[in-house]
């Protein structure tokens, strides 16, 4: 009686285990910058409402995170490395908070930005294909 495994047998199950790899990783990689791009969703969420009591009070918007009364540490992001807030001159349409990523700074398939409208709509601002990959409506 035969106990081992064939040549044969073995190189079918490096052969399938190579194709549920090829397919599997790059999803992972797709989920884990969608999980990172969430960062920055939240953050913008986050700036947005700050935005918009700022409006409430002094009826405009600021340009300068300080007037919030925020800096970028307060933030504590993790996977972005630029933030800024605007003051557009017409809502609701404009955007009043960004962020940007730099791949160089974390690793990640390219550089992006991302901004929140003043209607809560968070938009991706760099190219349609980065777009995707982070989740993110593209908007030029």
Do not use: W
């Not at 918009?52 to 490395?81: I, Q, S, V």
């Not at 992006?112 to 760099?126: M, N």
């Amino acid at each position: 009686m035969n106990k081992g495994v064939s040549l044969n047998e073995l190189i079918i199950i490096v052969v399938v285990v190579a194709l549920l790899s090829a397919i599997a990783v790059p999803q992972y990689f797709k989920m884990l910058e969608k999980t990172k791009a969430k960062e920055g969703q939240m953050t913008l969420l986050f700036l947005r409402d700050f935005q918009l009591r700022y409006y409430a009070e002094n009826n405009k918007f600021t340009n300068n995170l300080n007037d919030l009364g925020l800096t970028p540490a307060d933030l504590n992001l993790k996977y972005f490395n630029s933030v800024g807030v605007a003051a557009p001159a017409k809502a609701p349409a404009n955007q009043i908070a960004f962020l940007s990523r730099d791949r160089s700074v974390h690793n990640g398939p390219a550089d992006y930005s991302l901004a929140v409208q003043v209607d809560g709509k968070v938009v991706c601002t760099t190219s349609e294909d980065v777009c995707a990959v982070s989740g993110f409506y593209y908007q030029p």
